[in-house]
């Protein structure tokens, strides 16, 4: 499905309000409208309606009195009403003329000697005429006044209406606007939780920001303004044409052409907008990244004083991005006021050669009132048309915008499902395990082992020997390319994400904290977690020894990621997250290594109460921590080089030995 029709579906997840406002949008569309027919009506029928015939009449309603008799205008008369002689009301340059003979026919006129003479292409005839006074030119047009001002009143009270259904098609095409955008991000932050850890491995964080911030906005454009500007530009033009072919059909049909050559404009425009706007939202998402990234890394860069390559790397980028920006708005604005322009000038010029062929007055074939209005009309004509092609680049964006929104929307995700188990014991089995980041580029090989409830597992190796990759497969961040990993004799392949998650609690080197307080950190808001349990937790790993001196205790402030805390602090803090969720299996990666010596003693007195039931994996390369382990494999290139308890390892003296030798030995270095 292409990414025009996915943005209408999202639309429509709220066409009720989306409805609502093109209804009103349409009722104020067509009140503007109306007053060119209005001025028409106005010009024709009232103003140069005196110059239709008038007849003798008696003294009453809309009569006006002239040198003693009385005169009403034909239309006027009502239905078998008396009607005396015609007489005739004739204005010729800024003067006015009273005659009693009939026009057989009209044309240009002229007065002399009180005669006026009219002719027409060889035609020629010459009636008399009196010339009439101001104030009795104003008696004339007395039956007029009123008209003319419920007429007024009449287009007032449309502008007014039009101007409160244009208030409300705005507010619920807004409001639906964010609605939708308000949906989308959701989705898409939602989705993003569900998205394997694969995903991540090569996708910058800033990336991912931008999708959901920067292309959601321009996506919001689109239904807030594009959408809007479009929908009223499309009624205002079906509107203009349905008025202009109703006044002439030919000069309607002249005017289709500018259809054609809008949509031609719209396709070339397009062409490059899009590998323009392509451009400009791929380097606003690397802008994003390196700008994340570098926040990020700010205490490395100013380490390592590479303030001048950072700022060099981002200035290519925002050079980029200037550059393409650039050739963005000269298509603009070559596109749009100049293709106006030209459209503008077209249209007139055929307007003047459509009524250059005869002369504009009554009795030709147009008046005045015909004139005006299509000169309204053609000038509103071009104020959609204006606003279509100024949107043009907007559209684009969002196009773009929603085309990189729904590829991160379309990647596979894990499915969320609520089904939940009972906790299990903890029994895990890893049997010839084979797995690889890349195809056939195994960092795991034939990795086979088994940890019985209660037991302690620890896993030591150089770094890229594959431990934490043995734990990533256990948590299901990743699945196995060969073999199988049982917990309690299932495959967890057969368990849903969630469930095999829920029972099972993770430390890791670099501890991650939350915005809020150390408790919530703990709690991460789970309601099954209790104030009471929360406590116990911190206590349990010592934490309460470490935190006291806080002025707020547990309710202290956490800024991101924790960095208001020392190392101590936030592994203590991870520590008992960990342990509130009372986990089956508790895997520590690194989890000490951060931690000093004072602090390393507390968590361990506090790890031998907490691992009794459950079984525990230990990634650690201060061999030290892991001498109690029920069980020790030693990794090597992926592969289990050896195996057995700190004992059984050390009689080998093998791998495992060397390593212990190599440690001990520097430790003693250290103390000497």
Known sequence: ??????????????????????????????????????????????????????????????????????????????????????????????????????????????????????????????????????????????????????????????????????????????????????????????????????????????????????????????????????????????????ALFILDVRLALICLILLPILYVWMIVYRKYASKYNHVIRSKVSDINATINESIQGMNIIQAFRREKLTEKEFEELNNTHFHYQNKLLSLNSFTSHNLVNVLRNITFVAFIWYFGGGSIGVGTFVTLGVLYAFVDYINRLFQPVTGIVNQLANLEQALVAGERVFRLLDEEGIPVEDQRIHRYKGD????????????????????????????????????????????????????????????????????????????????????????????????????????????????????????????NGYEEPVIEKGSTLSSGQRQLISFARALAYDPAILILDEATSSIDTETEAIIQEAMEVLKKGRTTFIIAHRLSTIKNADQILVLEKGEIMEKGDHEELMKKQGRYYQMYQIQQGNNAEKAG
Request: proline share 2%.
């Open 428 to 551: 895990v089995i890893f049997d010839s395990v084979f797995f690889g980041y890349k195809e056939e580029e195994y960092v795991l090989k034939d990795i086979s082992f088994s940890a019985k409830q209660g037991e302690t597992v620890a896993l030591v190796g150089h770094t890229g020997s594959g431990k934490s990759s043995i734990m990533n497969l256990l948590f299901r961040f990743y699945d196995c390319n060969e073999g199988k990993i049982l917990i309690d004799g299932q495959d967890i392949k057969n368990i849903p994400y969630q469930a095999v998650r829920e029972h099972m609690g993770i430390v890791l080197q670099d501890p991650y904290l939350f915005t809020g307080t150390i408790a919530t950190n703990v709690t991460l808001e789970n309601n099954k977690i209790t104030k009471e349990k929360m406590e116990e937790s911190l206590k349990a790993v010592g934490a309460d020894k470490v935190l006291q001196n806080l002025e």
């Open 1 to 242: 499905m292409n990414v025009g029709k996915r943005l209408v579906r999202y639309a429509l997840l709220y066409k009720k309000m989306i409805i609502a406002a093109l209804l009103m949008l349409t009722v104020s569309v067509a009140a503007e409208l109306a007053g060119p027919f209005i001025a028409k009506k106005m010009i024709d029928d009232h103003i140069l309606g005196i110059e239709t015939s008038w007849y003798e009449t008696t003294k009453g309603e809309d009569a006006v009195q002239y040198e003693g008799k009385w005169y009403k205008r034909g239309s006027y008369f009502a239905e078998g009403e008396n009607r005396g002689e015609e007489v005739r009301v004739l204005q010729v340059n800024r003067h006015f003329y009273f005659t009693n003979a009939s026009l057989p026919f009209d044309g240009e006129r002229s007065v002399k000697n009180n005669s006026l003479t009219v002719t027409k292409g060889e035609e020629i005839f010459s009636v008399p005429v009196e010339k009439i006074s101001a104030k009795q030119v104003v008696s004339f047009y007395q039956p007029e006044i009123l008209r003319i001002i419920k007429l007024l009143g009449f287009y007032f009270g449309l502008l007014v209406l039009a101007t409160f259904f244009q208030y409300g098609q705005g507010f619920y095409l807004q409001k639906a606007a964010n609605r939708v955008i308000q949906k989308m991000r959701t989705d898409i932050f939602e989705h993003i939780g569900r998205l394997p850890i694969r995903y991540f491995d090569n996708l910058p964080a800033g990336k991912v920001v931008a999708r959901i911030t920067n292309d959601t906005e321009a996506i919001r454009e689109l239904y807030v303004t594009v959408l809007s500007t479009f929908f009223t530009s499309t009624i205002y033009i079906t509107g203009i044409y349905i």
